[in-house]
C-alpha cells in the first residue's frame, strides 16, 4: 500500500530547487560612507583605543630598544677582538670601562633580558585591554544596537529578508564590524607609526641602503592592491552562501515533520550537502588566491635580505664607520620588521574588506526605516472606545500588487465583525492594519475618530488583543506565555484569562499546571490547547479591540466548538473582528463582511446576507448536514437542528 502510496519522479526530471534567494534591500552605499560611519562608531570608543594604542607603542619602542643593545652587544665583542674597527656608540653618553669588555657585554645581556620581561608583561596587559575593548564593549554594545532595531524595524523588512541572513548578521557580521576598530583602524596607526620609526632609523644607519633594499616595496604594494580587489567580492559571495546554508539548516528544523512524513530524509541531505559545498568551493577559491598571493608576497623580503647581504657586506669593507653590530645586524633587524608590517598591510586589507561587508550587512539592518513609528505630538490613548472606521483603505505588500482595494467601512464600538472569504482573499493583511504592522497605501482607519498614525504605536497596540491563525508560544511557563503582553498581571488575572479561553482545565492536567514550562513555539501541546493559549494571552490585556484570525483553521470540530465558545465569552464587550468561514460563527456577528480579490463584494447583518448573499449561502450550505450522512449516521435533522 506503502508502495503504491509513492510518486516516483520521472527519470532523468530534477525538480527545480528553490532560487537562491536574493537579498532585497541590496543597498549600493559606497565605501567612504561604510568607512564615515565605522570611523564615527571608533570614536564612540577613543579613550579605550588610545590605551590599546600607547600599549601598542611601548612595545614597538622596546622592540627597537633590545634590537640596538644587540647591535650595541655585537660591536662591543668585535671592537674588543679587532680595536682597529670603529668603537661603538653608547647610548645616553654612557663610557663603561674600556678594559673590561665582559662586564659591559653581561650589562647589555641583562638589559636585553629585562626589556624582555617588560615587553612579556606589556603584552599580556595589551592582549587583555584589546579583548575588553572589542568583545566586552563594541561587540556587546554593537550586537544590543542590532536586536533592538529588529524589534521596532518595520514588516516588509522580514518579509524580505531571511531569517538566516539576520541571524547571521546579529552573530557573524557585527564581529566583522569590530575587526573594523581593531584590526583596521589600530592596526593602520601602529602601520603608519612603527613603518615611519622603522624607515627613519635605517636611515639614519645608513641612506644608500635603505633605498637599495627598499626599492622592491612598491611591487609589494601593487601585489597587495590586487589581491584587495579579488578578496572582496569573494567574502561577500562566502556570506551569501553561508546564509543560503543557514536557511536550508533552519527550514529543515522547522519543517522537519513535513520532512520525515513525506520520507525526504535523503533528499534534504542531499540538499544540505550541496549548500554545504558551496560555501566550501567558494571558501576555497579565497583560501586559493591567499595561497598563491602569500608567498609571492613573501618572497620579497627573502630578496632583499640578499640585497643587504650583497650590499651592507660591500659596505662593511669599503666603509670604516659601517659596522657589523649596529650596521648589517641592527638593519637586518629592522628590515625584517619593516617587511613584516608591510605584508601587514595585505592583513589589514583583507580585513577591511570583511569589515566592510560586514559592515554593509548591519548598518543595512541599523538604517533600516522604521516606517511604523509614533509622531512627536501622537495622541494619548487612555482607554479606547472601540469604534473603526476604515475610509477608503488600498494596500499592498508590494507597490504594483494592491491586496486590498476600496476597503470601506464603519464599525460601531463593542460590536461583532465577521470576516469571511476565500484564502488569500486579504482577510489576514485587512486584519493587520488594525495594530499598523502595515500602514495603508492611500486612505486612512480610524480609531475613535483619530486616525491610527497620529496614535502613539504602544498604547494603539495595547488596546488590541490578537489571536493569530496559527499561534506562537514561547519555550517559557504556561503562566508566562499567557502573561507576554502584560508580565505584572497577578496568578488570579492568568487563571481568569484562562478560564474564559476554556483553557483553565487542560493547564492543570498539565505536569506542573501553570508553571509547566512549554518546548520551543509550543511542543508539547495540541494545536487547539496552544490557541486557546493564544486566546487567554489576548484576553489577559482587556483589551477593547479583539482580533481573531480564523484561530479554528487547523482544528478538529470537537476542539473548535470549544474554542468557538471560547471566543464567544472572549469578545464580549468589546469591538470583535473574527476571521471565519463557519455558519455557527458567522452566524453570532453584528455584521458580516464577504471579501473576495481583496475587495468588500458583500456585507450585512448574517441574516440579510443568508437571504441574499450567494456566496454566504454556498459557504453555509456546505455545513449543513445532509439527509443522507444523517441517515448513515444512525441520526436525525431534527436532532441536529436542535
Ligand atoms: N508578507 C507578505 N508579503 C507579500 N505578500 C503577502 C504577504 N502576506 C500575504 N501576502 C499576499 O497577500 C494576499 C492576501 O493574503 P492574506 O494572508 O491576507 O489572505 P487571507 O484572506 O488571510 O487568506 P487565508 O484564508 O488563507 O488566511 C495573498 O495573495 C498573499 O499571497
Ligand atoms: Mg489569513
Redesign the pocket.
Known amino acids: 500500500m506503502a508502495a503504491l502510496l509513492r510518486f516516483k519522479s520521472p527519470v532523468g526530471r530534477v525538480l527545480p530547487s528553490p532560487p537562491s534567494p536574493t537579498p532585497q534591500n541590496v543597498t549600493t552605499v559606497s565605501n567612504w560612507t561604510l568607512i564615515r560611519r565605522m570611523l564615527g562608531l571608533a570614536w564612540a570608543y577613543r579613550w579605550g583605543c588610545i590605551k590599546v594604542l600607547l600599549l601598542q607603542i611601548c612595545l614597538l619602542s622596546f622592540g627597537l630598544m633590545g634590537l640596538g643593545l644587540f647591535g650595541l652587544g655585537v660591536d662591543t665583542i668585535r671592537y674588543h677582538i679587532d680595536p682597529t674597527s670603529k668603537a661603538p656608540e653608547y647610548p645616553l653618553g654612557l663610557q663603561p670601562p674600556a678594559d673590561n669588555p665582559a662586564f659591559t657585554v653581561s650589562a647589555i645581556a641583562v638589559s636585553i633580558l629585562v626589556l624582555a620581561l617588560l615587553r612579556g608583561w606589556l603584552t599580556y596587559v595589551y592582549t587583555l585591554a584589546s579583548n575588553y575593548l572589542v568583545q566586552a564593549e563594541i561587540v556587546v554594545d554593537l550586537r544590543a544596537q542590532v536586536y533592538s532595531k529588529l524589534q521596532r524595524i518595520s514588516f516588509r523588512f522580514f ?1 524580505s529578508n531571511e531569517t538566516g541572513s539576520i541571524i547571521n548578521r546579529v552573530t557573524g557580521d557585527v564581529q566583522n564590524v569590530r575587526l573594523f576598530v581593531d584590526g583596521v583602524i589600530l592596526q593602520t596607526v601602529v602601520l603608519i607609526l612603527s613603518l615611519s620609526v622603522y624607515l627613519f632609523y635605517m636611515l639614519h644607519i645608513h641612506v644608500q641602503l635603505t633605498i637599495a633594499c627598499l626599492a622592491s616595496t612598491p611591487f609589494l604594494g601593487f601585489l597587495t592592491w590586487i589581491y584587495m580587489g579579488k578578496v572582496r567580492p569573494a567574502s561577500l559571495k562566502t556570506r551569501e552562501l553561508s546564509d543560503t546554508l543557514v536557511r536550508r539548516l533552519s527550514e529543515n528544523i522547522q519543517g522537519i515533520q513535513v520532512v520525515k512524513g513525506f520520507a525526504r530524509e535523503a533528499e534534504e541531505i542531499d540538499k544540505f550537502a550541496e549548500a554545504n559545498r558551496h560555501v566550501r568551493e567558494q571558501q576555497n577559491w579565497t583560501f586559493w588566491l591567499t595561497s598563491v598571493f602569500s608567498p609571492l608576497i613573501s618572497f620579497i623580503p627573502q630578496f632583499n635580505m640578499v640585497v643587504l647581504l650583497c650590499y651592507g657586506g660591500y659596505l662593511l669593507t669599503r666603509d670604516p664607520s659601517f659596522t657589523l653590530g649596529q650596521g648589517i645586524i641592527v638593519f637586518a633587524g629592522l628590515l625584517r620588521q619593516f617587511e613584516a608590517q608591510v605584508t601587514n598591510i595585505a592583513t589589514i586589507a583583507n580585513s577591511a574588506q570583511q569589515s566592510l561587508t560586514g559592515a554593509q550587512r548591519v548598518f543595512e539592518i541599523l538604517d533600516a526605516p522604521v516606517d511604523i513609528k509614533s509622531k512627536p505630538d501622537a495622541v494619548r490613548l487612555r482607554r479606547a472606545e472601540g469604534a473603526l472606521r476604515f475610509e477608503n483603505v488600498s494596500f499592498g ?2 507597490a504594483e500588487e494592491p ?1 486590498l482595494q476600496d476597503i470601506d467601512f464603519e464599525v460601531p464600538a463593542g460590536s461583532i465583525i465577521a470576516i469571511t ?1 476565500a ?7 485587512l486584519l493587520s492594519l488594525l495594530p499598523r504592522f502595515y500602514d495603508p497605501d492611500q486612505g486612512r482607519v480610524l480609531l475613535d475618530g483619530v486616525d491610527l498614525r497620529d496614535m502613539e504605536v504602544d498604547d494603539l497596540r495595547h488596546s488590541i488583543g490578537l489571536v493569530f ?1 496559527e499561534s506562537f508560544l514561547f519555550s517559557n511557563t504556561v503562566a508566562a506565555n499567557i502573561a507576554f503582553g502584560n508580565p505584572k498581571a497577578t496568578q488570579e488575572q492568568i487563571e481568569r484569562a484562562a478560564r474564559i479561553a476554556s483553557a483553565h482545565d487542560f493547564i492543570m492536567e498539565l505536569p506542573e499546571g501553570y508553571d509547566t514550562i512549554l518546548g520551543e513555539r509550543g511542543n508539547g501541546l495540541s494545536g487547539g490547547q496552544r490557541q486557546r493559549l493564544a486566546i487567554a494571552r489576548a484576553i489577559l490585556l482587556d483589551p477593547p479591540i479583539l482580533l481573531l484570525d ?1 484561530p479554528t483553521a487547523a482544528i478538529d470540530p470537537e476542539t473548535e466548538h470549544e474554542i468557538l465558545e471560547a471566543m464567544q465569552s472572549a469578545m464580549q464587550n468589546r469591538t470583535s473582528f473574527v ?1 471565519a468561514h463557519r455558519l455557527s460563527t458567522l452566524r453570532r456577528a453584528d455584521r458580516v463582511l464577504v ?1 473576495e480579490h481583496g475587495r468588500i463584494v458583500e456585507s450585512g447583518t448574517p441574516d440579510e446576507l443568508a437571504r441574499t448573499s450567494k456566496l454566504y449561502r454556498a459557504a453555509a450550505k456546505i455545513q449543513i448536514p445532509d439527509e443522507e450522512s444523517m441517515r448513515l449516521l444512525g441520526m436525525d435533522l431534527e436532532e441536529v437542528a436542535a
Open positions: 518579509d505588500y508590494r491586496v472569504g484564502t488569500g482573499a486579504g482577510k489576514s493583511t491563525q480564523d476571521v471579501l
